[in-house]
C-alpha cells in the first residue's frame, strides 16, 4: 500500500512539475514532429513506400523523443537535487523508479498521442487500430523501463547527454525489431498468427527488463 | 611490483605450444573440403574466438553479479579484464567469418541473426567501455558497469531471438536461418578432432590473457595509489 502510494506521489510530482513549465513536452513534441518532416523529405513518403515504413517513421521518431525526455526527466533530479530528497524519503527505493518509469511513460504516450492524430492526417494513413496501439504502449513500456534505469545512471556521468542513446539504444534493440514489425503487422492487416511472435517477444522483454531494473535500481542511486 | 608468478610464465609457454601445435593441425592434418577448398579452414579458428567472446562476457556478466554482491573491486578489474577480451574476440570472430563469408556466400556481409547479433553485442560492450570512461569515482564506476554488464548480457539473447523471428517471416532471405544452410559441410574424424582441438586451444589463450589483464589492472592500480600518495 505504502509502496504504490509512493510510486503515486512520484508519478504525481512528475505531472504537476510538468504542467506548470510544460518544458519537457513541448520539446520532445517538436523535436517528435521535426524528425517526422525530416523523414518526409529523406524517404519522399509517397502513397506506396508509406505502406512499407510507416511504422518504421513513427518508431525512431518515438525513440528519438524519448531518449530526450529520459535525459530531462532525470537531468532536472539530479541538477536541483531532487534525487537526494527522493532518496532520503522513507519509501523503498523502487518505488522511486517505477515512479519515474511511469512518469516517463506517460509523458511518451502522450507525445505518441499527439504525434499519432497529425501523421495519420498528414500522410492520410488510417492508424487507429486497438492492435497498433498496444504495440505502441507495449513498445513504450519496454524502452522507458530500459531508459529510466540507464538515464539514472548517465545523469550521474559526465558525458551525460552523449552516452544515454549510446547505452540504450542497442539494449533495446529488440524491442525496436519486434515493435516495428507487430506494427507493420497490424498497419497491413495481416492475420494475428504473423503478429503474435513479436506480441511475445515484447511482452518477454517488457516482462524480464522490469524486473531485472527493479533488482538492480538500488545499486544505481546509492551513494 | 610482484614478480611474474612462476606459474603464468609455465602457462605462457603451454598456450603459445597449443596454439602452434593448433595451426599446424589446421593447415597439415585437417583434410581440405571438397567443396569449399582452403577457405574452410578459417573456420576452425572462426568458432573458436567465437567461444572465447561468449565465455568473456559470460565471465563479465558473472563477475558482474559478483561485485553487486560483493563489492570486491577484483570483481570489477575482472569483468572489465573479460570485456576487452570479449570484444577483442567477437571482432576477430567477425571478421574471420567475412573472409569465408565472401567466397561462399560471395558477399562480405548479411544481416544474418548471427551476424546481427555479434554486431549488436559488440556496440553494447563497447557502450560498456565508454560509460567506464565517463565515470571518475572508481567505486561508481565499478557499480554502474556491473549494472550495465549484467542488462547487456541479459539482452543478447534477445537480441538474437528477435533478428531469427525477423529473418524467419522476412520474405527475401530464405533458408539462411537453419545453421550453416549455405556452406554447409559434415565434418570428418579428423576435421571434429582439429576443431575440438581448436577450441581447447583458445580457451587456454583465453584463460592465459585473462590472467595477463588481471595482472595489469592490479598493477594499474598500485600506480594509481602511489600517485594519490606523491600528490599529497
Known amino acids: 500500500m505504502n509502496f504504490l502510494r509512493a510510486t503515486f506521489a512520484v508519478i504525481a510530482k512528475d505531472l504537476a512539475g510538468e504542467l506548470r513549465s510544460r518544458e519537457l513536452l513541448s520539446a520532445m513534441f517538436v523535436f517528435a514532429l521535426l524528425v517526422i518532416l525530416i523523414f518526409n523529405f529523406a524517404l519522399e513518403l509517397d502513397v506506396k513506400t508509406r505502406n512499407t515504413v510507416t511504422a518504421g517513421v513513427l518508431w ?80 513504450s513500456l519496454g524502452y522507458v523501463a530500459v531508459g529510466t534505469l540507464l538515464a539514472t545512471m548517465t545523469v550521474q556521468t559526465r558525458t551525460r547527454d552523449v552516452l544515454l542513446p549510446i547505452l540504450l539504444f542497442p539494449l533495446t534493440i529488440p524491442v525496436l525489431i519486434a515493435s516495428v514489425k507487430a506494427s507493420m503487422g497490424f498497419l497491413q492487416g495481416l492475420e494475428i498468427e504473423a503478429i503474435r511472435p513479436w506480441l511475445n517477444l515484447l511482452i518477454v522483454y517488457d516482462t524480464v527488463f522490469i524486473a531485472v531494473a527493479f533488482m538492480v535500481f538500488d545499486f544505481v542511486v546509492e551513494e | 611490483m610482484q614478480p611474474k608468478p612462476k606459474l603464468l610464465t609455465y602457462l605462457d609457454v ?65 569483468a572489465v579484464a573479460a570485456v576487452e577480451i570479449g570484444i577483442v574476440f567477437t571482432f576477430l570472430n567477425i571478421v574471420t567469418g567475412s573472409i569465408w563469408a565472401r567466397p561462399i556466400w560471395n558477399t562480405w556481409w548479411t544481416w544474418d541473426p548471427r551476424l546481427t547479433t555479434a554486431t549488436i ?73 582439429t576443431f575440438l582441438f581448436s577450441l581447447f586451444t583458445f580457451t587456454f589463450v583465453f584463460i592465459d590473457l585473462m590472467w595477463h589483464r588481471l595482472r595489469l589492472g592490479r598493477l594499474a592500480d598500485q600506480v594509481e595509489q602511489l600517485k594519490l600518495k606523491l600528490s599529497l
Open chain 2, 14 to 78: 603451454f598456450t603459445v605450444i597449443l596454439f602452434l601445435l593448433s595451426v599446424a593441425m589446421v593447415f597439415f592434418y585437417a583434410p581440405m573440403e571438397a567443396v569449399m577448398g582452403n577457405v574452410q579452414r578459417v573456420f576452425y579458428f572462426h568458432v573458436a574466438v567465437g567461444w572465447v567472446g561468449m565465455l568473456s562476457f559470460l565471465a563479465a556478466a558473472i563477475a558482474g553479479i559478483l561485485y553487486l554482491r560483493s563489492k570486491e573491486r577484483k570483481w570489477d578489474l575482472f
Open chain 1, 60 to 139: 525512431v521518431t518515438f525513440t528519438f523523443a524519448g531518449s530526450l525526455g529520459l535525459n530531462r526527466s532525470l537531468a532536472i533530479e539530479k541538477d536541483r537535487g531532487c534525487m537526494d530528497g527522493l532518496l532520503l524519503a522513507p519509501v523503498d527505493r523502487s518505488a522511486i523508479y517505477f515512479g519515474k518509469m511511469f512518469g516517463n511513460l506517460v509523458f511518451m504516450l502522450l507525445v505518441e498521442a499527439i504525434v499519432l492524430p497529425i501523421y495519420s492526417l498528414l500522410y492520410n494513413t488510417d492508424l487507429f487500430q486497438i492492435g497498433f496501439l498496444g504495440v505502441v504502449f507495449l513498445g
Open chain 2, 121 to 193: 553485442m559488440e556496440l553494447i560492450y563497447f557502450a560498456y567501455l565508454m560509460l567506464r570512461q565517463g565515470i571518475e569515482d572508481p567505486e561508481r564506476r565499478a557499480r554502474f558497469g556491473a549494472v550495465y554488464v549484467i542488462l547487456g548480457f541479459i539482452s543478447v539473447p534477445l537480441t538474437f531471438f528477435s533478428a531469427r523471428l525477423f529473418r524467419t517471416i522476412h520474405p527475401v532471405v530464405i533458408g539462411t536461418n537453419q545453421p550453416g544452410a549455405e556452406g554447409q559441410f559434415d565434418m570428418t574424424p579428423k576435421m571434429v578432432q
